[in-house]
């Protein structure tokens, strides 16, 4: 089954020549054109023809003994990284004619070592959003369904939406996401795959569409842990077109995974422990923990005081960052433009006809945020409790080596749920937001189902730079956990090969 | 703090968003429900702590003062929504 492989198992195919990078391609193709009209995973697909030749050049390479790290893998890409030539939208109608003349890092990266792109993923509007639901291209429907009320169409998580859905269903081997509070995490843990958002600055943030600088960072969404370790050896490195971009040197991140994690100190921080969190919820975590010590860690209890305030600061900073960076839609130089007779009229109606409600509610909070007048008491304020929240995770990190939290405080709901009150959308990325605001990696494995059938994924959080470690935890939840579940639309479902 | 009429069409104003005047109170609500729930972060002592700027993880380099990128002017116009010969086009500013 072509479809249902894993990063690594389809090197190994290729590499074997037991099928050809064309076949594996085409597969992915097929099941696309089948179920993308379902699931709306994908926004753009690329032309077949296109799709192919980059396969058959990856036939060649494996021929000639050149192929690269991610050679001839079929993978979606998040569209939110520009792509030359190719339409590059951010689910934003503000967007939807805009084909850049560039390519961005982490893509061209993925294409140095091979990877066989077959479109753009959906995603929530400039990646503001947790359930995909804010695109204006349509929202993604999650390819699981509850068992017990098979008809509610479930959210696959946000805001990398279209790439959970995509792995998860068998549309791609892999996807490329980018999180800023959550949104690789969440939706990895909402559609039953491994999303790891690395430590801010492992890959360059140029040429990906901007939402908020400081915490923007681009990672891989897979199928398992080892797959996270490989495609992001592929994406990540040092750039000096991205001036927060690491220049410290990239392991071979895939061989952390299957190391013992025996003596190990594992943190477990108390304040996730919230009286609101559903029982299924804390189960899954306790196993989490018991298989941890089974695996030889030490459980320690760490406090992380200002948990509490990570979402409210990230609601501060992010749209105080996303209304600046979202300045340069005017009309002008690229996007849409709507005619009026004054310049200030152009801006106004082609920002007012561009930018969908979530958009604009953020733009408009970050440009209060950051008026005259409140800027001390809300931006300044927010960046000081910031230090705090970096400062809790440096304190733990003193005595423990990773923290285990639950990835999100519930399963993937349904769509039309958690609507009307922006803030109780906004408390799904509660276990997210924290690691983004520090900057430290953080990975999410899924570990299990609920009693609806639906996946639960648990939270690795590590020290900056430390990937490998977190890899490694995360490897040892992954062989413990044998999560081997499949959503219901899949593309292996009722079919021969 | 709660929002009112006034300072809701000021920021939209600010942000260049061209609301409509019924569009204003929906905004206003919406808006007054988030900033009452940010303003949790009063309670927090923050006296003597300094503002994070970005992650702070990596310091900033310098590089050669030398021109790294350009002689793509056709590419980038190509981008814009209206354009007149190798220039951008806005509506009369200066009469």
């Not at chain 1, 696309?32 to 009209?37: C, D, K, Q, S, T």
């Not at chain 1, 040892?476 to 090969?497: I, K, W």
């Amino acid at each position: 089954m072509l479809t249902g492989l894993t990063l690594t198992q389809a090197r190994e195919g290729l590499a074997a020549r037991k099928f050809s990078a064309r076949e594996l391609a085409k597969a992915q193709l097929d099941a696309i054109a089948r179920l993308n009209p379902l699931l709306n995973a994908y926004i753009t697909v690329l032309p077949e023809e296109t799709v192919l030749a980059a396969a058959d050049a990856a036939d060649a390479r494996y021929a000639a003994g050149t192929a690269g790290l991610m050679d001839g893998l079929p993978i979606g890409v998040k569209d939110l990284f520009c792509t030359k030539g190719v339409r590059t939208t951010a689910a934003s109608k503000m967007l939807e004619n805009f084909v850049p003349p560039y390519e961005s890092t982490v893509t061209a990266n993925l294409l140095k070592a091979g990877a066989v792109f077959l479109g753009k993923t959906n995603l929530d509007e400039f990646a503001m959003g947790s359930a995909n639901i804010t695109s204006a291209f349509g929202p993604v429907a999650s390819p699981w369904k509850r068992k017990d009320d098979p008809s509610a169409t479930l959210v696959p998580g946000g805001s990398s939406g279209g790439s959970s859905a995509a792995v998860a269903a068998g549309l791609g081997l892999a996807a490329t996401g980018t999180d800023t509070g959550g949104s690789i995490r969440q939706p990895a843990a909402y559609c039953g795959i491994v999303g790891l958002k690395p430590t801010y600055g492992r890959c360059s943030r140029w040429g990906t569409i901007a939402f908020a600088s400081s915490l923007d960072q681009a990672g891989p969404m897979t199928r398992s842990v080892a797959d996270a370790g490989l495609m992001l050896e592929a994406m990540a490195g040092f750039d000096e077109k991205d001036s927060t971009c690491s220049n410290r040197p990239v392991p071979a991140f895939s061989k952390a995974v299957g190391k013992s994690v025996k003596g190990l100190r594992v943190g477990i921080p108390t304040e996730y422990r919230s009286p609101n969190l559903p029982a299924e919820v804390v189960a899954m975590w306790e196993q989490g923990i018991a298989w941890l010590k089974e695996a030889g860690c030490e459980i320690v209890d760490v406090s992380l005081p200002h948990t509490k305030y990570g979402l409210t600061t990230y609601y501060i900073i992010a749209p105080a960052e996303c209304s600046s960076n979202l300045a340069r839609y005017d009309g002008i130089r690229f996007g849409i433009r709507k005619d009026a007779p004054t310049l200030d009229g152009v801006y106004e109606a082609t920002r007012a006809a561009g930018f969908g409600a979530e958009v604009r509610n953020r733009i408009l909070i970050g440009t209060y945020v950051l008026s005259a007048g409140y800027y001390d008491a809300y931006y300044l304020k927010a960046q000081k409790v910031r230090t705090l929240i970096k400062r809790d995770f440096e304190q733990a990190f003193e005595n423990v080596d990773v923290l285990l939290t639950p990835t999100a405080p519930s399963a993937a709901f349904a769509q039309g749920e958690n609507m009307d009150d922006p803030v109780q959308m906004y408390l799904n990325d509660i276990f997210t937001v924290p690691a983004s605001m520090a900057g430290v990696p953080a990975l999410s494995v899924p570990v299990g189902l609920n009693g609806h059938g639906l996946p639960l994924g648990l939270q690795v959080i590590g020290k900056h730079f430390d990937e490998e470690t977190v890899l490694s935890i995360g490897g040892a939840l992954e062989a413990a956990a044998g999560f081997t579940h499949l959503p219901s639309v899949h593309a292996g479902a009722g079919a021969g090969a | 703090m709660s929002l009112d009429l006034a300072t809701t069409r000021r920021i939209a104003k600010l942000a260049r968003i061209g609301l409509e005047e019924h569009e204003l109170e929906a905004t206003r609500q919406k808006l007054n429900g988030i900033l009452g729930w940010i303003d949790q972060l009063a309670e927090v002592d923050v006296e003597g702590v300094p503002p994070m700027v970005g992650t702070e993880t990596e310091t900033l380099r310098q590089r050669e003062d030398k021109v790294t990128d350009g002689n793509c002017r056709d590419a980038l116009l190509a981008c814009a929504p209206e354009t007149s010969g190798p220039f951008y086009t806005v509506p009369k500013v200066v009469e």
